[in-house]
């Protein structure tokens, strides 16, 4: 099995890197004069309370740097222009979130009928482009058995597979934004799986060149956004994450393999979904607070220790991903 990787994927990431690192001193001040500072939730972790006022929307930080990389390269790789595309779309909803958020100083944000409605059309938008493209088709690789055990899905059962992939993906990189270099942390982790993964395809070349731009951005990132974080990437920045990496995994035909690699999305999501189904059911809730990581918080874990494990364990899930498709040398 060769591993291609072009010295265009290293200006990619390299690039992007240094742009945010340029871009963080330009907009983090922008943010505190326009004094868009972030909200705390009401039942959240008392150590959150410090980060009343921090800069939000700082997504805009790797944004905008992945932009400008993404633009540099699509003369000579026109796919990647679908994968930039969606992934906007789902940062146009975040951008339109978080300024209700801090305009209207109210930690909620759109509602949840409003927000689920833009995120399915774009899903739905996205389904349908991959699932009528000759080149992609509604092939889906089978963990385990290798990466080119591939089973073709009627169209019909595809998009709304799809649709529902891209719905999750997002949202739970939306819910793993809670603490200080968590999200972007495991994203870069995720975004370095997918590039390594799509050197064994020339097919996949828009893919490998997309994830690396974004590992590139997230490591910028990360450089404002650790702990004590100088700003947070709001759901600008999340949903645009979620969308590079569910389109990056369909593209592959890989949403069960992301199911594996990123799994600690997954399980932020379920935590919600397990918590409200308790709570309604029965009365009572299953963890001190949800998502998880605020559970482990208030179990007395310190920040810090939350995301390095959860970065850890990222690292090993990509590990197993690798061995769902039979890539370990």
């Known amino acids: 099995m060769e591993f291609i990787l072009r010295s265009t994927e290293v200006a990619a990431f390299v690039g992007t890197f240094i742009l945010a690192l340029i871009a963080g001193p330009i907009i983090i001040p922008v943010l505190r004069r326009l004094k868009f500072g972030q909200t705390i939730r009401d039942d959240g972790p008392a150590?959150?309370?410090?980060?009343?006022?921090?800069?939000?929307?700082?997504?805009?930080?790797?944004?905008?740097?992945?932009?400008?990389?993404?633009?540099?390269?699509?003369?000579?790789?026109?796919?990647?222009?679908?994968?930039?595309?969606?992934?906007?779309?789902?940062?146009?909803?975040?951008?339109?979130?978080?300024?209700?958020?801090?305009?209207?100083?109210?930690?909620?944000?759109?509602?949840?009928?409003?927000?689920?409605?833009?995120?399915?059309?774009?899903?739905?938008?996205?389904?349908?482009?991959?699932?009528?493209?000759?080149?992609?088709?509604?092939?889906?690789?089978?963990?385990?058995?290798?990466?080119?055990?591939?089973?073709?899905?009627?169209?019909?059962?595809?998009?709304?597979?799809?649709?529902?992939?891209?719905?999750?993906?997002?949202?739970?990189?939306?819910?793993?934004?809670?603490?200080?270099?968590?999200?972007?942390?495991?994203?870069?982790?995720?975004?370095?799986?997918?590039?390594?993964?799509?050197?064994?395809?020339?097919?996949?070349?828009?893919?490998?060149?997309?994830?690396?731009?974004?590992?590139?951005?997230?490591?910028?990132?990360?450089?404002?956004?650790?702990?004590?974080?100088?700003?947070?990437?709001?759901?600008?920045?999340?949903l645009m994450l979620g969308g590079i990496i569910g389109a990056a995994a369909v593209i592959m035909k890989m949403p069960w393999i992301l199911l594996v690699a990123g799994a600690i999305y997954a399980v932020e999501s379920l935590s919600v979904f397990i918590q409200v189904t308790s709570f309604k059911l029965r009365g009572k809730r299953v963890f001190k607070m949800a998502p998880i990581h605020h559970h482990f918080e208030l179990s007395g874990w310190k920040e810090t220790k939350v995301v390095g494990v959860f970065w850890l364990i990222t690292v090993v899930l990509c590990l197993i991903g690798f061995a769902t498709l039979r890539m370990v040398w």
């Open 47 to 238: 150590t959150h309370l410090k980060k009343m006022g921090i800069p939000t929307i700082g997504g805009l930080i790797f944004i905008i740097p992945m932009i400008i990389t993404t633009l540099v390269f699509v003369p000579r790789h026109p796919d990647i222009v679908p994968i930039l595309l969606v992934s906007l779309g789902y940062a146009a909803i975040g951008l339109v979130d978080d300024l209700i958020k801090v305009v209207r100083k109210n930690k909620d944000g759109l509602n949840p009928k409003q927000k689920s409605f833009g995120q399915f059309i774009i899903a739905a938008v996205f389904a349908v482009y991959v699932a009528l493209d000759p080149a992609l088709g509604t092939g889906m690789i089978i963990p385990f058995l290798g990466i080119d055990a591939v089973v073709e899905l009627p169209i019909w059962l595809f998009i709304p597979l799809i649709i529902i992939v891209m719905y999750l993906i997002t949202n739970s990189v939306n819910m793993t934004d809670g603490v200080d270099g968590l999200a972007s942390g495991v994203t870069l982790i995720v975004a370095v799986f997918f590039t390594i993964v799509a050197m064994v395809r020339p097919e996949w070349d828009n893919v490998k060149l997309m994830c690396a731009i974004t590992a590139g951005g997230c490591l910028g990132f990360l450089v404002f956004n650790i702990y004590p974080a100088k700003v947070i990437m709001g759901d600008t920045g999340s």
